[in-house]
């Protein structure tokens, strides 16, 4: 018996590709750049914040050490 040459297309079909529609769901990424804006805005306000935190105790002692010396000022007044 002699082999015949079959071609394999008619032995095997081929599966037709298919390609699925890829559907992107943008409110994920949208609410992670939102989380992240407002981390970053509140790491900002904080840092101001400690940056600030001694020139605002400076200018409270300074209030302070004034309202005593009127204070003061106004007792001597009184005592005359």
């Known amino acids: 018996m002699k082999p015949n040459l079959v071609e394999i297309s008619k032995i095997i079909k081929p599966k037709p590709i298919i390609i699925p529609e890829v559907k992107y769901d943008y409110s994920k990424i949208i609410f992670n750049t939102i989380s992240l804006i407002i981390i ?3 790491g900002y306000i904080l840092y101001r914040r400690k940056v600030n935190k001694k020139i605002n105790q400076i200018d409270y002692q300074n209030k ?3 309202l005593y010396k009127e204070i003061k000022i106004y007792e001597k007044l009184l005592k005359d």
């Open 40 to 42: 970053v805005i509140g």
């Open 64 to 66: 302070v050490t004034g």
